[in-house]
């Protein structure tokens, strides 16, 4: 003999205290999440994890990149920086350039947001630094066909400069 509604009371209790079990149950998945050591986690090679890991700024998997050689104008600048690092890439006119033509000197515009630094040349010798530090130094970008192409154009006119994240 079983009491009246003996069967369905654990369900009963499930549904009254649905929200007190989920809150329990996500604890409890974070607890194991982070007793796990870093290394020993699977990861997850979908296009949305890849895009969680990367940050809100981060293009989407499936867009093209491009490789895009810029000369920035501060050589000294382009040594500090690594494979792997993000920078924007600022466009400034130089103020002896702007004077010379009659117009006020505008204040520097960011060219590309969060490029990835894919490659930074080797350097000339010591010997060569003073003479080609005047031209600037070489760094090679990973960045959308679009920003290339606006980096390209900003080349043309003004003077690059990066800033690092």
């Given at each position: 003999m079983?009491p009246r509604g003996?069967r369905?009371?654990?369900?009963?209790?499930?549904?009254?205290?649905r929200?007190?079990?989920?809150?329990?149950?996500a604890?409890?998945?974070?607890a194991v999440?982070?007793?796990?050591?870093?290394?020993?986690?699977?990861?997850?090679s979908t296009?949305?994890a890849a895009a969680?890991r990367e940050?809100?700024?981060a293009?989407?998997r499936?867009?093209a990149?491009v490789?895009?050689p810029?000369r920035?104008?501060?050589?000294?600048?382009?040594r500090l920086?690594?494979?792997g690092?993000?920078?924007?890439?600022?466009a400034?006119?130089?103020a002896?350039?702007a004077?010379?033509s009659?117009?006020?000197?505008?204040p520097?515009r960011?060219?590309?947001r969060?490029?990835r630094?894919a490659?930074?040349?080797e350097?000339p010798?010591?010997?060569?630094?003073a003479?080609?530090?005047?031209?600037?130094a070489?760094?090679?970008?990973?960045?959308p066909?679009g920003?290339?192409?606006?980096?390209?154009?900003?080349?043309?006119t003004?003077d690059?400069?990066v800033t690092r994240?």
């Amino acid at each position: 003999m079983r009491p009246r509604g003996g069967r369905w009371r654990l369900r009963r209790a499930a549904r009254r205290h649905r929200r007190r079990l989920a809150a329990v149950l996500a604890l409890a998945s974070a607890a194991v999440a982070f007793a796990v050591p870093r290394g020993e986690r699977t990861d997850l090679s979908t296009p949305a994890a890849a895009a969680a890991r990367e940050g809100p700024s981060a293009p989407a998997r499936d867009e093209a990149r491009v490789l895009a050689p810029v000369r920035i104008a501060d050589a000294e600048a382009v040594r500090l920086l690594r494979p792997g690092d993000r920078v924007d890439v600022l466009a400034a006119t130089a103020a002896s350039t702007a004077g010379t033509s009659g117009a006020e000197a505008r204040p520097a515009r960011v060219v590309a947001r969060r490029a990835r630094v894919a490659d930074v040349p080797e350097q000339p010798p010591a010997e060569d630094v003073a003479r080609t530090s005047a031209h600037g130094a070489l760094l090679v970008l990973s960045v959308p066909p679009g920003t290339a192409a606006a980096l390209a154009g900003a080349a043309a006119t003004a003077d690059l400069a990066v800033t690092r994240w």
